[in-house]
Structures are given as structure tokens and as C-alpha cells.
Nanobody, 126 residues
Framework: QVQLVESGGGLVQAGGSLRLSCAAS????????MGWFRQAPGKEREFVAA????????NYADSVKGRFTISRGNAHNTVYLQMNSLRPEDTAVYYC???????????????????WGQGTQVTVSS
């Protein structure tokens, strides 16, 4: 079973940038669709961004369009989330997820993902 490990979270001022990484433990990662989700205190986990197995299609939540970019480096079994123009409302634990079944659709649905990382905290101060 593939394991996913996020890194790159931290504390940043509003308007700043962070780059999150998610490293997969197995080479089968290159066949998975990948996504990023986030969960703020007291709120449900929500979709942020997704990318198909070959990087040919991406999908973003309206709240992050134009500010966040998802990409993947299959040679390194890693998916990235570049976050620019960060806002206090972006504060959350960010999770990466992998989908075996929906690898061509860049799905935004929690239930479509089979593997989840432990999360990395992102805090944006005002």
C-alpha cells in the first residue's frame, strides 16, 4: 500500500507563498490521480486541487484559482502545491491524496481517493 508524506507547511504572512510537497513511497504513484484537500478547525475537509496521472488535466476549487498551482514530478514520485497570495482563510491542515480508480478525471470528491497522507499545517497570519 502506498504511503504519502506531506511537507512544506509552516507559518507565513498574508500575501506570502509556500510550496507543499507530497512524496509517495511506491513507484505505482505515477499511475494515480492526485489531489490536495484541506481542513480548517471546526470545518469539513474541502477540495483544493487535483491533477491527472499524466499531468494533462488539473482542477481547482474556486477559492484558490489563480493563486494555487498543482503539479507533479513523476520521476520523483512527488506532487506539489504552489500557493501564492496566501490569505488568512487559507489556514488549515493540508492533505494530499491518491486515486487509483479516477486517475484520468482530476476528481474533487473525497470518496474517490484511496490513499491519504497525514497532513501538514499551513498558518497564514494577517
Amino acid at each position: 500500500q502506498v504511503q504519502l508524506v506531506e511537507s512544506g507547511g509552516g507559518l507565513v504572512q498574508a500575501g506570502g507563498s509556500l510550496r507543499l510537497s507530497c512524496a509517495a513511497s511506491q513507484r505505482t504513484f505515477v499511475t494515480y490521480g492526485m489531489g490536495w484537500f484541506r481542513q480548517a478547525p471546526g470545518k469539513e475537509r474541502e477540495f483544493v486541487a487535483a491533477i491527472t496521472w499524466n499531468g494533462g488535466r488539473t482542477n481547482y476549487a474556486d477559492s484558490v484559482k489563480g493563486r494555487f498551482t498543482i503539479s507533479r514530478g513523476n520521476a520523483h514520485n512527488t506532487v506539489y502545491l504552489q500557493m501564492n497570495s496566501l490569505r488568512p482563510e487559507d489556514t488549515a491542515v493540508y492533505y494530499c491524496a491518491g486515486s487509483e480508480r479516477w486517475r484520468t478525471s482530476a476528481t474533487s470528491q473525497n470518496r474517490d481517493y484511496d490513499y491519504w497522507g497525514q497532513g501538514t499545517q499551513v498558518t497564514v497570519s494577517s
